[in-house]
């Protein structure tokens, strides 16, 4: 069984930075390709970003391209989201995500319990 755990998120206000993580355990973490996804209040939960196993496949959302980063430690069985350059339309649950395969912006397996990230205006 691959537990998914995130962790760093809070209030920031807009301009600011947070990074996230997020710790899997249980399977071999670099046999997946990871992901963030988001769910804002009211809205449908939309994909961030996603790296390959080896992270030399990166994809971002065009909402944060530009002002998100991710990366991943495989030692550490970590995966982590820089966030700058804040907006309140950022506001939102994150969760991480874990998947057998290529990266994918979609079909992913494994779920962690999300982690909320508010920013203010």
């Known amino acids: 069984q691959v537990q998914l755990v995130e962790s760093g998120g809070g209030l920031v206000q807009a301009g600011g930075s947070l990074r996230l993580s997020c710790v899997v355990s249980?399977?071999?973490?670099?046999?997946?390709?990871m992901a963030w996804f988001r769910q804002a209040p009211g809205k449908e939960r939309e994909f961030v970003a996603a790296?390959?196993?080896?992270?030399?496949?990166?994809k971002y959302s065009d909402s944060v391209k530009g002002r998100f980063t991710l990366s991943r430690d495989n030692v550490a069985n970590t995966v982590y989201l820089q966030m700058s350059s804040l907006k309140p339309e950022d506001t939102a649950i994150y969760y991480c995500?874990?998947?057998?395969?290529?990266?994918?912006?979609?079909?992913?397996?494994?779920w962690g319990q999300g982690t909320q990230v508010t920013v203010s205006s």
């Open positions: 249980g399977r071999t973490f670099n046999a997946y390709a």
């Open positions: 995500a874990a998947r057998t395969g290529i990266v994918s912006d979609s079909r992913y397996t494994y």
């Open positions: 790296s390959s196993w080896s992270a030399d496949s990166i």
